[in-house]
């Protein structure tokens, strides 16, 4: 059935540009490379990471991690950069775009030594500037458990406001958890 919108983001905007460094002072986003394997499969061997993302990781399946985060830049599926610092991988910042309706979804998270020195706030920060001023998003959105506060700290310093709670929304290995919705809406001019 025909539209009588036009799409916010036209097709092949997000996979004809090439991704982009994102440098943002102490983090710099960048896209995935295959030393990063190890690093990941370090990162999902965190108990707190496999507590909010339900999952651990081999070797074979990071380097498969990697071929999709290219691919899925390409395809304008997860647009996701890998969040590093001084010390080496810090983290991964995704955003999940829904290009025709103008908005995404965004997860991160940030290895033990990232943790509490401000990197998730700058680099969800960096990812969704970008996400505005470039790619022409009109809003960008993100759900945590509400039994993480750490991801709420990390969505309110990156001036996402709080819009409400999902009851019994997503399955973590202890049951349903409610999830808090957050969003950022891009300055309308």
Known sequence: MPSFLSPVVPPGRLG?????????????LRPWRNEDAEALVAAYSDPVIQQWHCRSM????????????????????PASWAIAADDGLAGRITLRPHLADGWAEAAYWVVAAARGRGVAPLALQTATNWAFQVLGLHRVELEHSTGNPASCRVALKAGFAAEGTKRSHTLHPDGWHDMHLHARIAAIN
């Open 16 to 28: 004809g540009m090439g991704q982009p460094h994102l440098d943002a002072g102490t983090v710099h």
């Open 58 to 77: 081999t070797f074979d399946e990071a380097l498969q991690w990697v071929t999709d985060a290219r691919a899925g830049w390409r395809d304008e599926t």
